[in-house]
């Protein structure tokens, strides 16, 4: 997916969540390569749309959730294109291991508010990763954020995800050590 494919389906989102009835702004906080095709000039395509949504603690109890997810499957269907080109699923992870900025408003599509983090926490959260596939990502962040040394990325992670064991876990000593050895 393309920047300006991305910004149609999330257009046509916040259409799909007024014809639902939605009464009140749904927030959504961009994260992911989405992030990187939209803030950092990444010549990048995304496969989907990672997204953490601002408003609801407890997806399994939330009607407003159900209502996101309903209008996601009608974007889905109109265009044909996956259910999965919207992505919630790290959601629950990140709201257990992370502090979550509030971000900034970025776009508006209806009653669809789209936030963008500060760009430090889509590193911390690219690094806890360690994919190999986040390498070109951390390498832009870094260049970006102006961060050089590995006692500097440590900070960054340990102010987004203080948790040692959860560092410990997703092998973030391996993965800084391979970026900064």
Known sequence: MQRQEMEQYLAELGQALEQQGVQQP????????AFML??????RVTNDIDVLLSDIDDPTTSPLYQTF?????IVARQNNIPLTWI????????RDVSKIPQGTL???YGLLQVYIPEADYILALKLL???????????????????????????????YIP???????NNLDKTLGILFP
């Not at 749904?26 to 390569?33: E, F, S, T, W």
């Not at 997810?69 to 499957?73: E, Y």
């Open 38 to 43: 939209t803030q950092m000039s990444s010549n």
């Open 26 to 33: 749904v927030r959504i906080l961009l994260i992911g390569g």
């Open 163 to 169: 948790d040692k064991q959860v560092q410990q876990i």
């Open 87 to 94: 992505n919630d699923v790290i959601g629950d992870f990140l």
């Open 69 to 73: 997810k309903m209008a996601a499957r």
């Open 129 to 159: 990763a360690g994919r190999q596939k986040d390498k070109e990502d951390i390498q832009l962040l870094c260049q970006q954020l102006h961060i050089n040394t590995r006692i500097h990325a440590q900070q960054v992670v340990d102010r």
């Open 106 to 108: 970025w776009r508006t």
